[in-house]
């Protein structure tokens, strides 16, 4: 059966975090300044409760939203007086790069006739300057708002079957993680195929692996 939809995933495939980006313990310091006292293991905690939980119940429209709901989740609600000082060092210091095979992989995959979309829990917003240079290349963004339920659970994988309306078997994965981004999809049907930059050689745990090392390798296997 031959591929009709490329799937990706975005952190690690298609784009990465900045080296300046936020750390948690940069919101701590910046919190004091205020007379406002957390732990930053805490606050990293809630933020991941808040990408986890919170994004498949429903779209989240930026910092202010998340940061609100990570600060929920900590029992410890922001000043609506503060929070557009946190929400700033996110918005200039959680930004993302896109990789330099990355645009040329999703172009030749259109250019083959095949469906592009990804597959990923993290929200739009989060990819920042990355987003706009990627969005005119996918014809779907699958994150967990739109899909329900965070990447991981089987479910995320058979629901963007559902939406794309396709065999599982015609869809192909690809992305950086051996678990949910190769065992996992393939449990769910999908072929998928492993994105290993850093020669890492991953196997534990994911039977017949396929590896390639760049996009610039998909972009031979899709290529007609």
């Known amino acids: 059966m031959p591929i009709k939809v490329i799937a990706l995933d975005v952190h690690g495939t298609l784009a990465h975090f900045k080296p300046d980006r936020v750390r948690p313990i940069d919101v701590q310091r910046l919190l004091e300044r205020f007379g406002m006292h957390i732990s930053y293991q805490a606050f990293e905690a809630a933020r991941q409760g808040a990408l986890f939980f919170d994004c498949p119940l429903r779209p989240i429209e930026g910092w202010p939203d998340f940061l609100a709901l990570a600060f929920a989740r900590m029992g410890r609600p922001i000043s609506v007086d503060v929070l557009p000082d946190v929400v700033r060092i996110f918005e200039r210091g959680h930004d993302m790069d896109v990789y330099p095979d990355a645009i040329d992989a999703l172009r030749t995959a259109r250019a083959a006739g095949l469906t592009t979309c990804t597959f990923t829990t993290l929200p739009q917003f989060m990819l920042g300057d990355a987003w706009p240079q990627l969005e005119p290349h996918l014809d779907h963004y699958f994150g967990a708002s739109e899909i ?77």
Do not use: H
Not at 180 to 192: I, N
Not at 193 to 207: H, I, K, M, T, Y
């Open 148 to 224: 329900g339920v965070a990447k991981g659970d089987r479910r995320f994988y058979e629901r963007i079957t559902d939406k794309l309306g396709v065999r599982p078997d015609e869809i192909l994965a690809v992305g950086d993680d051996p678990i949910c981004d190769v065992e996992l999809p393939m449990a769910a049907g999908w072929r998928a195929v492993l994105l290993d930059r850093d020669n890492a050689r991953f196997s534990e745990g994911v039977v017949q692996i396929d590896t390639i090392r760049s996009l610039d390798e998909l972009r031979l296997r899709v290529t007609p």
